[in-house]
């Protein structure tokens, strides 16, 4: 059931838990088990983020290359930035710096 906050912003109820596949970019993985987490639909993301449905879904499948852009911009509405730092470089970490889409 989605979260009342969801309901007020006009979200998709979320329909079912889908991953995905090992085989599937690590980065697209970790989107996937957000989408999950915070119980919201691909294609709700896929608008506000500006990036097509289909396009996540193909990135899930790999028949599409992952751009850097959309990745950012669908993290961003998921509450999440990329950071790039040095490896064994322990000061940066990526933490949330948004609400949680359909977050209460």
């Excluded at 079912?16 to 294609?43: D, G, K, Y």
């Amino acid at each position: 059931m989605p979260t009342a906050q969801a309901l007020r912003d006009g979200l998709r109820p979320f329909r079912r838990h889908t991953t995905a596949p090992a085989t599937a970019h690590r980065f697209v993985q970790f989107l996937w088990a957000e989408i999950n987490a915070q119980r919201v639909s691909q294609e709700d993301v896929a608008k506000r983020s500006g990036w097509s449905s289909s396009a996540l879904r193909k990135w899930k499948r790999s028949e599409r290359p992952i751009l850097l852009q959309a990745l950012e911009d669908t993290l961003a509405v998921l509450g999440f930035e990329l950071v790039i730092r040095e490896i064994g470089d322990e000061r940066v970490r990526c933490e949330s710096r948004r609400p949680r889409m359909g977050a209460a």
